[in-house]
């Protein structure tokens, strides 16, 4: 019964993130943290690094403080909210940076309605360059929308 407990932790903590992603997204990163994001919006640069991936690190802090503190101090608890954060940080790398963004070339002609729809809703985000006026914030949860004209006749 233990099990089931910390593995119904760990997907409440991953799915729990796609709210602090958005929250955090809308009103942090497209907030006072602007600076930082600003460059992901506008390609200013030339490099593969971008300012913006300094959230990178920001955003690992919280898992890796519970899965240090959970390992430590033996509080499974903590662990599973640690490894939920952790996963949903490894989802969003695979999404973000690799499908969406294309840092890495691969999965490049998916067919999946899904994740179509993923690409055009980070589309529609990056429509809006500046800090105001965004939409589609989250990173997994898309709105239905997005969905309509995922067919293979036309391409997110």
């Known amino acids: ?8 932790i760990v997907l409440a903590a991953f799915f729990g993130m796609e709210g602090v992603a958005w929250l ?5 990163m497209h ?9 992901h919006h506008l ?4 490099s593969f690094l971008e300012r913006n991936d300094l959230f990178f690190l920001i955003f690992a802090l919280p898992g ?4 240090a503190a959970g390992t430590f101090y033996q509080l499974p608890v903590w662990t599973c ?6 996963l949903y940080g490894a989802c969003y790398f695979f999404v973000h ?19 179509k729809a993923i ?26 929308k997005y969905f309509r004209n995922t067919s293979k006749k036309n391409p997110a």
């Not at 390609?43 to 030339?46: A, G, L, N, T, V």
């Not at 890796?64 to 899965?67: D, K, M, N, T």
């Not at 985000?125 to 990173?139: C, I, L, P, Q």
Request: aromatic residues 12%; positive net charge.
């Open 1 to 8: 019964m233990n099990l089931l407990i910390h593995i119904a």
């Open 119 to 144: 690409r055009r809703a980070h589309k529609m985000h990056h429509k809006h360059t500046g800090k105001y006026d965004g939409e589609s914030f989250g990173m997994l949860w898309v709105s239905w």
């Open 64 to 67: 890796i403080a519970c899965l």
């Open 97 to 115: 940076d690799l499908f969406i963004h294309q840092r890495i070339k691969v999965l490049r002609n998916s067919e999946n309605r899904y994740l």
């Open 24 to 28: 955090t997204h809308k009103y942090v």
């Open 31 to 39: 907030g006072i943290f602007w600076p930082l994001h600003r460059d």
């Open 43 to 46: 390609k200013e640069h030339y």
């Open 81 to 86: 909210i640690g490894t939920g954060i952790t």
